[in-house]
């Protein structure tokens, strides 16, 4: 398993893939990442202590926005680790291989998915770089750091579990590319049709349906985590999701064997 | 011919189910929706009937190894699904929380998880926003708590610029109001404080009508004439705050009401006479909440309310033989003469916190502290006139002529105080009523002094922030303003300081530098495979 991870890291890093996502990523992370921080300096320097609505807390007014801005960068760079995990090994006949080793599938499933999250959390890393960077020059609180880096492992790990079976559908990575990041797109946004579900739905049902939409919503499982709260109902949420993901790539995979 | 009938059964079951369907989720006929049952039931029972009669096809379809795979996984991806989807709606319902923000400020104070926990119904709490001109994170992160403590408690956001009905069914004027409502009862709010909304609930949820007696007798105006001169506006605007209005003549009555929250006696013409006087003065021993509207004297030579006077003197109130007037010629953008003495700004106070409108007094004298006070008692002027405005004293002067001058040293030099508050703690403790909240504050007495009561009054009660001054002030004498005191939880202040030349490396390297470090390395990678 872990043998398959590291087969899996070893690709990822030997090619330039991994630096041009990461790279990429971090250019437009560092935009957001200055932007904020400009305001957020010339904020403290022209409101005195004490004063205006609320006090400037660097975690609450600049960490924690320019998180949840970095979610949504997530949605479009993520498809680009997880699209090539099986689409690639069907496209270059080694699915065959895989499926006849000795290793189960669910040893290459999770080292697949372990090799993944890697390098998402490389990702992370490379954004906890400038965030710990504010240390030098103030006294942000690190428990909340935790949590919302806590939070964002997990979400990550969602969606890569989706991107996985995504990938596992197809042979073409630019197709399970695509696919995924609409899937991500839906999970996004579901709960904003939550709203209109009693509309839809009638009285009786609507307001059951309009729970689940906005449960399944899967950014605001992430909210708790971003303000500094450890939730276990968020922790349950994610690793349902991640493990039900898994299962059905599995699945997917197991079926290549006896569909025709 | 079996084979065939089974054939049909089955499509017709489908077309069935699917009309069922339709009239399930079809919005315009809701009444339709009772028959799709019918259609599905029966719908379902053709299906059955027909694989009854075509069990041995469907059985020789399942011996394909094929179809019993996908029957298989299919079956364990229903399993697993529903044994995560039980985890996970056990989950929702106990779940644990650990605030690890330094200050806690995700955390509700014990008040208000207590209150909370005594919800025996649905409370809905409506936050009526405007997407422009507000930050609904506040809001969104405070209620999420609330609703978190409570599964009765459910909130929700309502765009008060697109759902205009909605905000006008609920009585709604300014943004940020919350609302909310328990068993029929409607309580509003403005602000996303914990103090505010815990105080919110707690109203709506004891429900208990604060009764506000008008003295009757020498003149006052009364809640229910709907003369200019009357109060009927005023009682109107009590009553949707959820206070009860009542009349009292205390010579008949020979004592204060006991259930009275607020007693106001509202410009009396004539004096009051001593007993009533005792008896207020009793219901003031006992914390009692008092507001007086004095007008000035007609003419010079009206006799002076010798006994109500000496009561307010004994609480430190100076009240002036004079009619203010105002030449700062504010008064007219509304089209009232220098008689009509306004305010602008206020001096700090409870009442006035947050207060920014003008108000205006047509006829009224000076009210403010005496210089030294009076057993101990100092009121706070809380209301104050221009200061191109002053107290003439020249009554008759005024009255006839309308041509008046300010007289140093005779006429009170402005800006004048028209309006003071006073508050002191129950000298004799007081028995508190049973079941009340050992976390409210303990009871003072107030007394509010004005000298002016046609402020209030139906001519004038709707002119810039009348009704506003004389709710706000109600509102601090009935205690209405803190049932309990919790300390606001702000996030500490946290800031970050830079030096120019530190935000300039931090650009490059955010921007340039770490990217660029990132960047170069898969080139290596790429350029040494090579």
Request: glycine content about 8%; overall charge neutral.
């Amino acid at each position: 398993m872990f043998a398959i991870a590291q087969k899996e890291i070893r690709a990822y890093f030997a090619s330039p893939i991994a630096y041009v996502v990461i790279g990429l990523f971090s250019i437009l992370f560092g935009v957001f990442y200055w932007t904020i921080l400009d305001w957020f300096v010339k904020q403290g320097m022209q409101m005195a202590p004490g004063m205006g609505p609320q006090s400037l807390n660097v975690n609450e007014r600049m960490i924690r926005p320019l998180l949840q801005n970095a979610m949504v960068m997530l949605l479009f760079v993520l498809p680009m680790i997880t699209m090539r995990t099986y689409a690639e090994e069907k496209r270059s006949g080694t699915m065959e291989l895989l499926l006849t080793s000795p290793i189960t599938d669910v040893q290459i499933l999770v080292g697949k998915f372990l090799g993944a999250l890697t390098l998402y959390a490389a990702m992370l890393g490379v954004t906890l770089v400038y965030v710990l960077a504010l240390f030098a020059f103030g006294t942000p609180e690190w428990k909340p750091l935790v949590t919302a880096y806590l939070g964002l492992l997990l979400f990550g790990g969602c969606f890569v579990s989706v991107g996985m079976l995504v990938s596992s559908f197809t042979k073409n990575q630019i197709v399970a590319g695509m696919m995924t990041f609409v899937v991500f797109l839906l999970l996004w946004v579901i709960d904003w049709l939550a709203g209109s579900a009693t509309g839809l739905f009638g009285p009786s049902v609507g307001p059951v349906v309009e729970e689940v939409l906005n449960y399944l919503s899967i950014t605001q499982h992430f909210d708790d985590f971003g303000k500094g709260i450890i939730d276990t109902k968020h922790l349950i949420f994610y690793v349902s999701f991640i493990t039900f993901g898994l299962f059905l790539t599995a699945r997917s995979v197991d079926s290549e064997r006896w569909r025709g | 011919m079996m084979r065939k009938l089974a054939d049909y059964s089955n499509w017709l079951a489908i077309a069935l189910v699917s009309v069922a369907l339709a009239l399930f989720l079809q919005p315009w006929r809701p009444e339709w929706s009772g028959y799709a049952r019918y259609l599905a039931v029966a719908g379902l029972v053709l299906l059955l009937l027909s694989m009854l009669a075509g069990w041995r096809d469907i059985a020789a379809t399942f011996q394909r190894r094929q179809t019993r795979l996908s029957t298989i996984t299919i079956t364990s991806v229903a399993v697993v699904l529903g044994i995560l989807v039980l985890i996970n709606i056990i989950g929702t319902r106990q779940s644990k929380r650990w605030d690890l923000t330094a200050n806690a400020v995700y955390t509700l104070s014990d008040q208000t998880q207590n209150v909370l926990k005594k919800l025996d119904g649905p409370l809905a709490i409506k936050v009526f926003y405007s997407q422009k001109e507000m930050d609904l994170q506040r809001y969104k992160d405070q209620l999420a708590e609330y609703e978190h403590a409570s599964s009765h408690v459910s909130v929700e956001y309502v765009d008060a610029d697109r759902q205009r009905a909605k905000a006008i069914q609920y009585k709604v004027e300014a943004y940020g109001t919350v609302v909310l409502e328990y068993n029929g009862r409607v309580e509003r709010v403005t602000g996303s404080g914990e103090q505010d909304l815990t105080t919110g609930i707690i109203k709506v949820v004891t429900g208990t009508q604060k009764k506000i007696y008008l003295t009757q007798g020498h003149g006052e105006k009364s809640p229910d004439s709907t003369e200019r001169a009357g109060f009927s506006t005023v009682k109107t605007s009590l009553e949707r705050e959820n206070y009860g209005v009542d009349k009292v003549a205390l010579i008949e009555h020979g004592q204060v009401p006991a259930d009275a929250a607020v007693l106001i006696v509202a410009g009396p013409k004539t004096d009051l006479l001593a007993p009533e006087v005792e008896a207020i003065r009793k219901y003031l021993a006992g914390g009692g909440k008092l507001m007086v509207m004095l007008d000035p004297p007609e003419s010079s030579k009206s006799a002076p309310l010798a006994n109500l006077e000496g009561l307010l003197r004994q609480w430190g109130f100076d009240i002036g033989t004079n009619v203010v007037v105002d030449a700062s010629g504010l008064g007219q953008i509304f089209g009232a003469d220098a008689a009509t003495p306004v305010a602008a700004s206020y001096p700090a106070h409870p009442i006035t916190d947050r207060f920014g409108y003008m108000t205006a007094y047509p006829l009224a004298r000076s009210i403010g502290p005496l210089k030294n006070g009076a057993n101990g008692h100092t009121p706070d002027t809380f209301i104050r006139t221009s200061p191109r405005s002053w107290g003439e004293s020249d009554i008759d002067g005024l009255m006839k002529s309308g041509e008046v001058k300010f007289d140093e040293g005779k006429d009170l030099k402005g800006p004048v105080s028209i309006g003071a508050a006073v508050s002191a703690p129950v000298d004799a403790p007081v028995q508190t009523p049973a079941g009340a909240d050992k976390n409210a504050k303990p009871s003072e007495t107030r007394v509010v002094a004005i000298g002016d009561s046609d402020f209030a009054s139906n001519a004038y009660v709707s002119v810039q922030g009348n009704r506003d001054m004389f709710m706000n002030t109600i509102g601090w004498l009935a205690q209405q303003e803190n049932l309990i005191s919790i300390r606001p939880r702000e996030a500490s202040d946290r800031r970050l300081t830079m030096t120019t030349a530190e935000t300039r490396l931090i650009f490059f390297l955010a921007i340039f530098g770490i990217p660029g470090a990132i960047l170069a390395m898969g080139v290596y990678t790429w350029w040494r495979r090579r």
